[in-house]
């Protein structure tokens, strides 16, 4: 009887490429396990990222094939089961790898995001001051305004202008008065027009905001993420994997619960947490009293 390893098998499966990811299983974690008998049958079980999914038929056949040609093998036993939650996190990393090509970034040294569950936190507002702050301390920074629906950093860093185009097709960012590069959708849309775009397209307007646009050296690219942990969140925990996270809060327990969402979506998908910070924890009136508003 001819000796089959897992090894041949596994080369034959990374040859089976998920049409929609375009990845091999292998690449994408989805051989759950390859199982060879003594008669030379071999059971492959594939993990499918959701149950009903519609190109099962396709790996039925292209694993069959694969590994029915494999001298030796007398058939060829395809299962199917569905990625854990947490699987579907880390498959999602797989994804965000190298997608943004080499070179990308390569000048920014960190990339922050702050987030958070609820909009009305404060999270522009920290986005603008703290890249102004780091810029006066004399780090090189950016702003970049990825709350697509609602955006509000050029208001806040007082810039609004055409972004030139570079001989390099590069797009430039604006400089706001305090030397921060800046980058917003709303200085490509109408005032006060609405933005209208659905998942793909937010991905692709994001993607190219990070790819295209001439951020040069920075020592801290911070990242205003629209509220919540919808797609724009998942797109950049795609893309940047380096990314870190802070997450902004109220005191109110509305805005603590929604956070902690927001943080516990970071984990799932290994971006590293920086911290969170509590926004409108109190004012001080002039005659010195302080009250926690909240
Ligand atoms: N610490 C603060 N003190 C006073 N006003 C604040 C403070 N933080 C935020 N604001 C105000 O609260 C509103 C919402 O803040 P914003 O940064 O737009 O929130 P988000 O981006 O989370 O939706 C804005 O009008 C902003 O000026
Ligand atoms: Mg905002």
Same mark, same amino acid.
């Given at each position: 009887m001819t000796q089959i390893d897992h090894e041949q098998i596994t080369e034959k499966l990374r040859a089976v490429?998920?049409?929609?990811?375009?990845? =091999?299983?292998?690449?994408?974690?989805?051989?759950? +396990?390859? #199982?060879?008998?003594? #008669?030379?049958?071999? #059971?492959?079980?594939? =993990?499918?990222?959701?149950?009903?999914?519609?190109?099962?038929?396709?790996?039925?056949?292209?694993?069959?094939?694969?590994?029915?040609?494999?001298?030796?093998?007398?058939?060829?036993?395809?299962?199917? @089961?569905?990625? =854990? #939650? @947490?699987? %579907?996190?880390?498959?999602?990393? !797989?994804?965000?790898?190298?997608?943004?090509?080499?070179? $990308?970034?390569?000048?920014?040294?960190?990339?922050?995001?702050? !987030? +958070? *569950? %609820? *909009?009305?936190?404060? %999270? =522009?507002?920290?986005? !603008?001051?703290?890249?102004?702050?780091?810029?006066?301390?004399?780090?090189?920074?950016?702003?970049?305004?990825? @709350?697509?629906?609602?955006? +509000?950093?050029?208001?806040?860093?007082?810039?609004? @202008? %055409?972004?030139?185009?570079? $001989?390099?097709r590069k797009i430039m960012p604006l400089v706001s008065p305090s030397g921060v590069k800046v980058m917003s959708i709303g200085f490509f849309v109408e005032e006060n027009a609405p933005v209208v775009w659905r998942g793909p397209m937010l991905h692709k307007a994001i993607q190219q905001f990070l790819e295209d646009v001439a951020w040069d050296d920075l020592e801290y690219l911070l990242l205003d993420l629209p509220p919540g942990t919808g797609d724009v969140s998942m797109t950049l925990a795609q893309l940047l994997p380096q990314a870190k996270f802070v997450i902004v809060t109220t005191p109110q327990p509305a805005a603590q619960t929604v956070a902690s969402r927001a943080a516990a979506m970071a984990e799932k998908v290994d971006l590293e947490m920086l911290g969170v910070i509590e926004n409108m924890s109190g004012f001080t009136a002039p005659s010195g009293e302080r009250f926690t508003i909240f």
């Open positions: 490429i998920d049409p929609e990811l375009r990845r =091999s299983i292998v690449e994408l974690g989805m051989v759950r +396990s390859i #199982d060879v008998k003594e #008669d030379g049958r071999v #059971d492959v079980v594939v =993990s499918l990222t959701t149950a009903g999914c519609p190109i099962r038929s396709h790996f039925q056949q292209a694993v069959a094939e694969g590994v029915g040609s494999i001298p030796g093998v007398t058939a060829v036993e395809v299962g199917f @089961d569905v990625l =854990s #939650d @947490d699987e %579907k996190g880390r498959l999602q990393q !797989a994804l965000g790898r190298g997608k943004l090509p080499e070179g $990308a970034l390569a000048k920014v040294k960190n990339v922050i995001c702050i !987030a +958070s *569950g %609820k *909009g009305g936190v404060g %999270k =522009s507002t920290m986005t !603008a001051n703290l890249a102004a702050a780091l810029q006066a301390e004399g780090h090189p920074s950016g702003a970049l305004d990825c @709350d697509v629906y609602g955006y +509000s950093i050029p208001r806040m860093l007082g810039v609004n @202008d %055409k972004p030139e185009v570079s $001989a390099e």
